[in-house]
């Protein structure tokens, strides 16, 4: 079946350390993105791709970094710079431009908790 | 900027109970609008989307109809069930943005 898969499902930081998420789609979707959503609150969205080798900030970017060297891998690192990084992260893929307005899907997300 | 608002929560009712969650939104020019599910530790399931004014979005008994002058999107189902205990979530995403906006979620509980 086609999907959006996240792991690990959860994960551990150590105080300045370096982490990353991972998130693979076989959609064959163009577009993806990460959000992250805290307890009782609704998502924000961290950085998304609109294609291969390109990518802009969302609204809470720092402290984060992506990558896109290919098509269905967007890989999100939480860095020692993001001071708060306790939340749940939620990777996304849509069909991007070729599919305008159409929605977004979802993979289980990654629990991520500070040691 | 885009921006969707919804009934904040939580809401609690019992089964067979009659359900509404209210959404309302601002965006230029003609968005789509969807509605989330979330059930506990997971990520989020679409549930129903309408494309333009006028279109009613339904899936698993819940119903939502897009209405353009009132800018809402409200969900409704006639009956629900302790399963339908989840978070719910409105969106949009409009064709200049090509990104969803959320609403903060509304937590619905269904006793037995």
């Known amino acids: 079946d086609g999907g959006i898969t996240q792991s690990p499902k959860y994960l551990f930081r150590k105080e300045g350390q370096n982490v990353t998420l991972s998130c693979e789609q076989n959609?064959?979707?163009?577009?993806m993105y990460w959000y992250r959503q805290d307890p009782g609150q609704g998502l924000r969205l961290i950085y998304y791709?609109?294609?291969?080798?390109?990518?802009q900030k969302g609204d809470i970017a720092e402290g984060y970094s992506v990558s896109r060297e290919k098509k269905e891998s967007f890989p999100l690192t939480v860095t020692s710079a993001q001071k708060n990084p306790t939340a749940f992260y939620l990777c996304?893929?849509?069909?991007?431009?070729?599919?305008?307005?159409?929605?977004?899907?979802f993979g289980d997300g990654t629990r991520l908790s500070i040691l | 900027g885009d921006s969707v608002t919804q009934m904040e929560g939580p809401v609690t009712l019992s089964e067979e109970a009659f359900l509404t969650i209210n959404c309302t939104y601002t965006?230029?020019?003609?968005?789509?609008l969807f509605w989330y599910v979330q059930y506990p530790g997971e990520g989020l399931q679409l549930l129903l989307k309408?494309?333009?004014?006028?279109d009613k979005g339904s899936n698993k008994g819940f119903e939502a109809t897009y209405r353009k002058e009132t800018t809402s999107f409200h969900l409704e189902k006639g009956s629900v069930q302790v399963s339908d205990s989840a978070v719910y979530f409105c969106?949009?995403?409009?064709?200049?943005?090509?990104?969803?906006?959320f609403g903060s979620g509304t937590q619905l509980t269904v006793l037995p």
């Open positions: 969106a949009l995403v409009s064709g200049s943005a090509r990104q969803l906006t």
């Open positions: 965006a230029t020019g003609y968005p789509s």
């Open positions: 309408a494309t333009k004014a006028d």
């Open positions: 959609l064959n979707h163009d577009a």
């Open positions: 791709s609109q294609i291969v080798n390109d990518f």
């Open positions: 996304a893929s849509s069909e991007g431009d070729r599919g305008r307005n159409q929605p977004q899907h």
